[in-house]
């Protein structure tokens, strides 16, 4: 079932900005993980952090983890045309691969 | 990277068909691999967790003699759509989970099923 929550639903910024998305959960997780998803096409990984990980970053992307709030962020710098996807967090609550995906937040990147 | 392969990519069908879909691991052998159903604009939903040589796990729902689910070796699983409805309509994707040290998890790219 669906877990995740994702805010806001779109976005859309200019070349070079800065696009952070968040994403709530409901139950206690082993780790979450973010993907980006481009217009009719499978899932790419970006990042996954785990419980005990408040932060990481990987590239242009920062992701944190509050698990008191049960909430992440991804924030993209430095936003790029390519950045244009879908955007998804997913829940993994006791390491077996089993991912429970959220809503997504669609983020347009304007040149 | 590993690469999951997924065919076909797209397929039309008529009503009452039967359609199956394959998820192939290329370059490493996946011992789980997972199907999920995605409408659009709309997330993943997890459909079933396919087990190399065992049955497969639905979730709750997802009704098992309508997609039928066969994990016949370590690098290739099929999702067949028996007697297929408009509202089967959907894009389906499968992950593969490494058996390796890693355990890493890759997505294909989708397989889009439209049933006339």
């Known amino acids: 079932s669906q877990q995740g929550e994702e805010d806001p639903q779109a976005l859309s910024i200019q070349e070079g900005e800065n696009a952070t998305m968040n994403c709530s959960y409901k139950t206690s997780i082993n780790n979450l993980q973010w993907y980006r998803q481009n217009s009719g096409r499978g899932l790419v990984h970006l990042i996954l952090?785990?419980?005990?990980?408040r932060e990481k970053h990987s590239g242009r992307l920062r992701v944190t983890l509050d698990t008191s709030k049960k909430s992440s962020s991804l924030l993209i710098t430095a936003s790029r045309a390519a950045d244009t996807a879908s955007y998804f967090c997913a829940t993994d609550l006791s390491n077996d691969y089993k991912l429970s995906f959220g809503a997504g937040t669609t983020v347009t990147v304007r040149a | 990277g590993a690469v999951v392969s997924q065919h076909p990519s797209r397929v039309i069908c008529k009503s009452g068909t039967s359609v199956k879909i394959e998820c192939r691991s290329l370059?490493?052998?996946?011992?789980?691999m997972f199907w999920y159903r995605q409408f659009p604009k709309q997330s993943l939903m997890l459909m079933a967790t396919s087990n190399e040589g065992s049955k497969a796990t639905y979730e709750q729902g997802v009704e098992k003699d309508k997609f039928l689910i066969n994990h016949a070796s370590l690098t290739l699983s099929t999702l067949t759509v028996t007697s297929a409805h408009p509202e089967d309509s959907s894009f389906y994707i499968c992950s593969a989970r490494e058996g390796g040290r890693t355990g890493e998890l890759f997505f294909g790219e989708g397989s889009r099923l439209t049933v006339l």
């Open positions: 370059d490493f052998q996946a011992t789980t």
């Open positions: 952090i785990r419980s005990n990980e």
